[in-house]
C-alpha cells in the first residue's frame, strides 16, 4: 500500500480529503488532508407513519354527511331571519369570514357547528345516515370484583 501523497509504503493508511479530492494516504500526510472517515450506508429505517386513530369527530363527519345544498340553506335560513353573515358567526362562534365559506360550501363545518345551526336557524342539515351508528361507548365487562362490589 502506498501513500498517494508521497509514494511510501505505509502500514497503514487513511482516507483523506485533499483539496477536494479523497485520496489514500499514510500517517505522515494525514495532516495535509481533512480526515475522511469511511461513510457507512446508515440504514435509514423507513419512518412508519403514525396512523393518528379517528377521532370521535372524525367518525361523526364520516358518519354524518350534510345535505345536499347544505350552504344554500343555511344562508336562506339566515337571510329569512334578517341576519347578516357577522350576526350568524357570532350566534355560532364562528367568523364571519367562515360563514361565508360555509355558505359557498367551501369549508364544511364541523358537526358541533352543524348542530349549532340546525336548531339556531330550525333546518335540518344533517342527512340521516341509517345503519352507521357508531358508537364509542366501550363497555366494561362486569368483573367478579364489580359483582361483589355491587352486593355490599
Ligand atoms: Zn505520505
Not at 357577522?86 to 363545518?109: D, M, Y
Request: proline residues 5%.
Amino acid at each position: 500500500m502506498r501513500c498517494e501523497v508521497c509514494g511510501r509504503e505505509a502500514r497503514k493508511l487513511y482516507p483523506v480529503l485533499i483539496e477536494g479530492v479523497e485520496m489514500m494516504v499514510c500517517d505522515e500526510c494525514k495532516k495535509f488532508g481533512k480526515p475522511l472517515t469511511i461513510k457507512k450506508k446508515r440504514v435509514i429505517s423507513k419512518q412508519i407513519k403514525k396512523i393518528v386513530p379517528y377521532s370521535k369527530d372524525v367518525f361523526q363527519n364520516m358518519d354524518r354527511d350534510l345535505l345536499p345544498g347544505w350552504g344554500e340553506k343555511i344562508r336562506k335560513a339566515r337571510e329569512a331571519r334578517g341576519w347578516s353573515r357577522e350576526q350568524l358567526g357570532a350566534k355560532v362562534g364562528e367568523k364571519t369570514t367562515t360563514i361565508a365559506k360555509i355558505e359557498n360550501e367551501e369549508l364544511r363545518p364541523p358537526d358541533k357547528t352543524v348542530e349549532k345551526l340546525e336548531k339556531l336557524l330550525e333546518i335540518q342539515l344533517f342527512e340521516k345516515v341509517e345503519g352507521h351508528v357508531v358508537q364509542n361507548i366501550k363497555k366494561k365487562p362486569l368483573t367478579l370484583g364489580d359483582l361483589i362490589k355491587k352486593d355490599e
